[in-house]
């Protein structure tokens, strides 16, 4: 058996050779050309809306479109959107500009898009380019032993205190290399998220990434769409290739709605055999949890530096990058990066996460988080959620 096989290798083993290779974030469907041109020959005669259609892909869990101003940015225009769930989201013309901005998601499938102005926007070109579509992808699961051990937050096996855990957890959906990708990430105060370095690096990405909380099944097994949030802010020092690590700043505050997980500044590390809980959106699904047969196997083996890393054996899949790695205590003590069947090393036969002790020490070094020479304590600082 595979994961058999991987223990006693993880054993005889205390780290593989440190790797710099990329990880690939999870493929999260495909983008069709639209090419949609909108002028003003196609004005409606009277106001505020000039303009209105609706786009929509059959079978697609949600889409997303691709704006951009051709001519006319400085005109006082906003371009709105109204999903199936009900929510509009509104952009103004200056905001999408002339290089283009990607749309939050809109679950179902489809969309009303309208323009609206005061006066009419005489002189104004707009593109409608692309629709990125969200689809079942048949994601490979990192299992181990056989069977997915997963379950959704809601679900009536996950322990209480588990499942208290999950709140501040949120889908990134982003765009990178051309494709549009899914991961998982975490808040750590009223408005920074933490991820993968191989996720979310740089402004453009950034610009493409929204974070989506609240995206889960309820006890009944009703999906609930959650709460959107766009990426506001991605800084150079906040973003560490070795750690595989990357803390990005949101728009508003998702903190003051849904909590976050306080950041120790005496860092707890994971234990050999120690219990584990991964809250994750595997495929870029409903918020799930690994918690059955998930265990620390070996620590510390090399990641992309050396002894950053612990191998897991929690069920993970393609999305689930960037996940909150919690011990039995509900302390933060990783940030999965690698599922074995999902990344591009062959190296790694086991699913792992960057050590939390690692990452502290750097957020530190950010003033992230008070360094315990400043005189901060752990006690009470940890698995807490804030306020």
Known sequence: MRRLAAISLALMCSSAAAQEQAIEPHVDGRILDLSVNITGDDFRDNGPIWWRSDFSKVGAKSIRLFL???????????????????????????????DGRWTGMFPGGRVVISLLSDTRPDGLSLMIEEMAIETETGTLYSIWGGEDETAHINDAAVPQSIRDLGAPVAKLSFFLGGKPRSCTGTLINRDHLLTNQHCVADAATCRSAIAVFGYERTADNRLRLGQQFDCAEVKEVLVNFELDASL??????????????????????????????????????????????CTVMALPVDGRANETDFSHTCDTAGGSSGSPVFNANGVLVGLHHYGFNDGQIEEWTENRAVRMSGITDWLQQQGIVQSPSDGATSEGTNSTLGD
């Open 248 to 293: 990005i700043r949101l728009d508003g505050t998702p903190g003051d709605t849904f909590g976050f997980h306080k950041i120790d500044p005496v860092a707890t590390d994971a234990v050999i055999s120690e219990e584990l809980a991964i809250i994750q959106h595997p495929g870029g699904n409903e918020k799930q949890i690994s918690f059955i047969n």
């Open 68 to 98: 951009r101003v051709v001519e006319g940015t400085e005109l006082p225009a906003v371009i709105e959107l109204e999903g199936e769930d009900g929510v509009a989201r509104s952009y103004d013309i200056a905001d999408i500009g002339t």
